[in-house]
């Protein structure tokens, strides 16, 4: 049966190929959330979550159009099956190559999750080949259904002292090719205002000429004043 009273229950799931990492989490805590954890970063998971083959690598790569298959076939029905998850409100969260990955996932069936969030992506593994799976989406597609959250940290670069890779500028980058598409669906998730004192509850939000929203509550940064 569900769960109707606890705050969390854990479900290990066993997929056709031994993956001893997966574990997949059924929230009730009011709001009923899925999430699936990879916390394993073995050579399998260099292979699931790399969404091409890249030579350099000694392990296997390019494994991740089967782990998609993996998750959409067996995992999420799986937890859908047994507990109270919504698979409307499914959402995908990556680091590094699971940014990666979530990124492959959000370019390949970007309806399978309504909710993506890619923190530090390995976007330069093999030469920046989701530049290209990003080209050629927007090239087919009039649209990208989704809401994406994307953040890296600006010393993830060579201002951190990194000096083969930039996540913090490919980041940047990947986020700007998107938003030139014009055809992400964007939540205003927190804004910068001008002026001493906080906005009041209820004052409008525009962009330009056009409302986009209404603040609901706001506060004093104790670090900016």
């Keep these: 049966e569900p769960p109707t009273n606890r705050d969390s229950t854990a479900m290990p799931l ?15 805590a009011g709001r009923e959330i899925m999430a699936v954890y990879r ?18 690598f000694a392990n296997e790569t390019g494994g991740a159009h089967a782990y998609l298959a ?4 067996a995992a999420a029905p799986a937890i859908e099956a047994r507990y109270r998850a919504d698979p409307a409100r499914r959402t995908l969260a990556g680091h590094s190559f699971g940014g990666a990955f979530a990124t492959y996932v959000l370019l390949t069936e970007p309806a399978l999750f309504s909710n993506y969030i890619i923190i530090s992506p390995a976007y330069w593994y093999a030469g920046h080949a989701l530049a290209g799976i990003e080209q050629r989406y927007a090239e087919a597609h009039g649209d990208l259904p989704a809401r994406v959250y ?7 670069g060579p201002k951190g002292g990194l000096k083969s890779v930039d996540l913090a500028n490919d980041m940047s980058a990947f986020a700007a090719r998107l938003r030139s598409r014009g055809h992400v669906n964007k939540k ?13 509850a209820g004052d409008l939000i525009q962009a330009g000429e056009k409302e986009v929203g209404k603040i609901t509550s706001s506060v004093v940064s104790p670090s900016l004043g």
């Design 39 to 56: 916390g394993d970063f073995s050579a399998r998971a260099k292979s699931d979550l790399t969404p091409v083959t890249d030579a350099s």
């Design 188 to 200: 205003l998730c927190g804004v910068v205002l001008d002026g001493k004192s906080p906005a009041a």
């Design 14 to 28: 066993t997929p056709s190929r031994p993956l001893r990492d997966l574990i997949a989490l059924a929230v009730d």
């Design 150 to 156: 994307m953040a890296a940290g600006d010393l993830e």
């Design 70 to 73: 993996f998750i959409k076939e």
